[in-house]
């Protein structure tokens, strides 16, 4: 039987805003139904004395909802938390205290941080130190089956929250925050985590609590900073969610990964954390040690000039880019699932794509780290054409064209979609008109573009945009303004004008085995050998 979601509020800083934020809640409750919690982080109180708290206080008002609060952070608001552990302030408005854990009737645990970080002792009453994070962070870890917390409160940002996500504006995560609430995040694993202070509202994309392809799945993170109550700019300060207690859930249903997650922001957090150190950037990689063996039939690599590897003045190629954090692409990474891996050059390599819409559906990726064909080297858009070149004459050997997209938004390296259509299914004008239609219906404007003209014209470094290339050269663009649908380029080819496999729009369906995606490429290295330029003479 599937539990019932507990539906809860979030607050920023209140800052003695208390009739603002409750007829707010009134409105919200009147308009949605009621809801089961609220739960303010950052300042609840104004730094000077309100007599609109006293209405609150001595029961002349109350809040509409059983409303829990974090504690002070200066010592102006010190004196409204006589009890460290808790308590409560007035009709439905409950203190939780300077540190702890509280889990409702539901299963539904809350971790709270109250305060500001401090590194000196003796720690402020309006302040956390290294050793109120170290005994949180033993109380609730010490277990076996620990697997993380539902919420996590607490007034200050997390240092680093911005690493690998979407851009928190003028909040700069590397230079405001508390590393420790970075450290006690990590540790912690929240699936919500709430924060205020920095009067802005920042809702990061989630991410992920374990390294893909080490460790076993776990639930993803999602962080939300909310703005002050009342705010002139009118930043959201208030948000609603539903959540089913971690205790409750199925675990498959619980480790399920959003579209959108991105790679853990404090992944080296732990030491450097809780001392506040910046994290380092991974290693370069240089490019000799991107080469794998594959197959005892593949020969020598050669470089894309055609010089024998062993040249004893070979080419030194310029490095690439390097990764802000873990990627899935960069073939030096080792989250790169390499049994998919087909056919590697001298800056790209093939792959299987997973989930793919066909057998023999991969992807031209670059070896080191390039978020977009607008981003290459000129040596790597060369390699580039010589493998679409190349792919294209090898599907066309099997009675198929082949369509190359690419959707530069929300994507971290370089992934360029090759997806053979068999010519018996459907003529390249008909692909164009269903891509051109699709786009229609969805308010996408889906510009074409002259077929030899390079993105690089079109598109700068850093810019959203979605390309498709037909077989016969022709372009068609969309440049990325705000939202964009992430599976945009596979419905369109999955539907019945072109493959008729609608029910493959969505890679996760189409996912198999590791050792049925072994064998599928295994077969595509053995029928690609006879077109493959990488091989020696």
Same mark, same amino acid.
């Not at 956390?128 to 993380?148: A, E, I, N, Y």
């Not at 420790?180 to 920042?202: C, D, G, I, M, N």
């Given at each position: 039987m599937a539990q019932t979601p507990l539906r809860l509020l979030a607050?920023?800083?209140?800052?003695?805003?208390?009739?603002? !934020?409750?007829?707010? /809640?009134?409105?919200?409750?009147?308009?949605?139904?009621?809801?089961?919690?609220?739960? =303010? *982080?950052?300042?609840?109180?104004?730094?000077?004395?309100?007599?609109?708290?006293?209405?609150?206080?001595?029961? @002349?008002?109350?809040?509409?909802?059983?409303?829990?609060?974090?504690?002070?952070n200066n010592q102006e608001t010190v004196k409204y938390f006589q009890d460290a552990d808790g308590c409560e302030l007035a009709e439905n408005i409950t203190y939780l205290g300077r540190k702890g854990v509280f889990t409702g009737s539901s299963g539904l645990q809350i971790v709270y941080l109250s305060g500001t970080e401090s590194l000196n002792e003796?720690?402020?009453?309006?302040?956390?130190?290294?050793? %109120?994070?170290?005994?949180?962070?033993?109380?609730? =870890?010490?277990?076996?089956?620990?697997?993380?917390? %539902? @919420?996590?409160?607490?007034?200050?940002?997390?240092?680093? *929250?911005?690493?690998?996500?979407?851009?928190?504006?003028?909040?700069?995560?590397?230079?405001?925050?508390?590393?420790? *609430?970075?450290? !006690?995040?990590?540790?912690?694993?929240?699936?919500?985590?709430?924060?205020?202070?920095?009067?802005?509202?920042?809702?990061?994309?989630?991410?992920?609590?374990?390294? $893909?392809?080490?460790?076993? &799945?776990?639930?993803?993170?999602?962080?939300?900073?909310? &703005?002050?109550v009342g705010n002139p700019e009118k930043k959201k300060y208030l948000y609603a969610f539903s959540i089913v207690p971690m205790k409750l859930m199925d675990a498959a249903e619980l480790v399920k990964q959003p579209p959108d997650v991105t790679e853990n922001p404090y992944r080296k957090s732990g030491k450097e954390g809780s001392t506040g150190k910046q994290f380092p950037a991974p290693e370069e990689e240089? &490019?000799?040690?991107?080469?794998?063996?594959?197959?005892?039939?593949?020969?020598?690599?050669?470089s894309s000039t055609g010089r024998d590897s062993k040249s004893p003045h070979p080419k030194q190629p310029r490095k690439p880019p390097q990764p802000p954090g873990p990627c899935w692409f960069c073939l030096a990474s080792p989250d790169v699932e390499k049994h998919l891996v087909v056919n590697i050059g001298t800056h790209c390599y093939l792959a299987l794509a997973k989930g793919g819409l066909s057998d023999d559906h991969v992807l031209i990726l670059p070896i080191g780290h390039y978020?977009?064909?607008?981003?290459?080297?000129?040596? $790597?858009?060369?390699?580039?054409?010589?493998?679409?070149?190349?792919? #294209?004459?090898?599907?066309?050997?099997?009675?198929?064209?082949?369509?190359?997209?690419?959707?530069?938004?929300?994507?971290?390296?370089?992934?360029?979609? /090759? @997806?053979?259509?068999?010519?018996?299914?459907?003529?390249?004008?008909?692909?164009?008109?269903?891509?051109?239609?699709?786009?229609?219906?969805? +308010?996408?404007?889906?510009?074409?573009?002259?077929?030899?003209?390079?993105?690089?014209?079109?598109?700068?470094?850093?810019?959203?945009?979605?390309? *498709?290339?037909? %077989?016969?050269?022709?372009? !068609?663009?969309? #440049?990325?303004?705000?939202?964009?649908?992430? +599976?945009?380029?596979?419905?369109?080819?999955?539907?019945?004008?072109i493959l008729n496999i609608p029910d493959k729009s969505d890679w996760r369906q189409c996912q198999i085995s590791k050792e049925e995606e072994e064998t599928l490429a295994r077969r595509f290295r053995k029928d690609f050998e006879p077109f493959d330029f990488t091989l020696d003479d």
């Open positions: 607050c920023g800083d209140v800052e003695g805003k208390f009739d603002v !934020l409750f007829n707010r /809640v009134r409105a919200i409750q009147k308009k949605s139904g009621n809801f089961d919690l609220l739960l =303010c *982080v950052g300042n609840f109180f104004g730094s000077t004395t309100s007599a609109e708290w006293q209405e609150y206080k001595t029961g @002349i008002k109350k809040a509409p909802i059983q409303t829990y609060v974090l504690g002070a003796p720690v402020p009453g309006y302040s956390f130190s290294p050793k %109120d994070v170290s005994s949180l962070r033993t109380m609730l =870890c010490s277990t076996p089956q620990f697997k993380g917390v %539902d @919420i996590l409160l607490t007034s200050p940002w997390p240092k680093y *929250v911005g690493n690998f996500g979407n851009s928190s504006g003028e909040v700069d995560s590397k230079k405001c925050g508390s590393a420790l *609430v970075s450290s !006690l995040a990590t540790s912690l694993k929240p699936r919500y985590h709430f924060a205020a202070l920095e009067k802005t509202y920042y809702e990061r994309l989630p991410y992920r609590n374990h390294i $893909v392809l080490q460790e076993n &799945a776990q639930h993803a993170t999602r962080f939300i900073a909310l &703005a002050n240089s &490019a000799c040690q991107f080469f794998f063996d594959l197959s005892t039939k593949q020969g020598r690599k050669r978020q977009s064909v607008v981003e290459l080297s000129a040596e $790597v858009v060369e390699e580039v054409e010589k493998y679409k070149t190349t792919l #294209r004459k090898f599907f066309k050997s099997r009675g198929k064209r082949c369509i190359l997209f690419e959707r530069n938004y929300k994507s971290h390296h370089l992934q360029l979609q /090759v @997806i053979p259509v068999p010519l018996s299914r459907c003529a390249t004008d008909d692909i164009k008109d269903a891509f051109i239609t699709q786009a229609q219906e969805q +308010q996408i404007e889906l510009l074409e573009i002259p077929e030899h003209s390079d993105i690089k014209q079109i598109a700068q470094p850093g810019a959203a945009y979605f390309y *498709v290339e037909l %077989d016969t050269g022709e372009k !068609l663009f969309h #440049r990325i303004k705000k939202n964009f649908p992430l +599976q945009f380029g596979r419905e369109v080819l999955a539907s019945e004008a």
